[in-house]
Structure formats: C-alpha cells, structure tokens
Nanobody, 123 residues
C-alpha cells in the first residue's frame, strides 16, 4: 500500500502561482510513476501531468503545457506541481496519483489516489 498526502492548494488570483506537493509513504520502495489528476466542479476527472519514477519522462495535458511543471524528489518521496499563470478554468480539486508508468496515469490507470486538495483561481 502507498499513502499519498497532498498539500499546497488554496485561493489565488488569475495570473498567480501555486505549488502543490504530494508526499508518499508506505510501500515507497516500489518504483511508481506519479502524477496529478484534477476534477473541476461539475466535471469529470482529467489528467494534468505525470512523471516517471526516474523523472526522465514527463507528460503534460495540452491545457497546462508551458504553465505547469511536474517534478519529483525521490529522496523525500515527494512529487511537486508548480502551477504558473493560473486561469479560472484551472479551478479544481487536484488529486495526487501513483501508477506503474506515466503513460498509465495519463490513461487514468491509477493504483493509488490521494485525498485531493482544492485549488481555486479567482478571475
């Protein structure tokens, strides 16, 4: 089992920045890809970004390319999502996710979920 705990969400004005963190615990010796999936209000969950265990491969949704950056620190068992130039449409609950590969996460094949953190962007 792997437990994922997100932090860093909050309220920000459009054009601002936030940095989300996700700390993993439990069976962290396994080499999981990590990622972020969000659920806007009243909509389905959608893929945001993913990163391989080594950090060498990343995937980004078209809607966040050039604005969001995913990274990880395996020594701290933590993955980050730096979000810049935030827009009102980025408002969502952001979930940390772990899976076999980044491609799996992009296809919504998730092994473990965090509890989610709210990001609200005011326009």
């Amino acid at each position: 089992q792997v437990q994922l705990v997100e932090s860093g969400g909050g309220l920000v004005q459009a054009g601002g920045s936030l940095r989300l963190s996700c700390a993993a615990s439990g069976r962290t010796s396994s080499r999981y890809a990590m990622g972020w999936i969000r659920q806007p209000p009243g909509k389905e969950r959608e893929f945001v970004a993913a990163i391989s265990w080594s950090g060498g491969i990343t995937y980004d949704a078209d809607s966040v390319k050039g604005r969001f950056t995913i990274s990880r620190d395996n020594a701290k068992n933590t993955v980050y999502l730096q979000m810049n130039s935030l827009k009102a449409e980025d408002t969502a609950v952001y979930y940390c996710a772990a899976g076999s590969t980044g491609w799996d996460l992009k296809q919504n094949r998730v092994d473990y979920w965090g509890q989610g953190t709210q990001v609200t962007v005011s326009s």
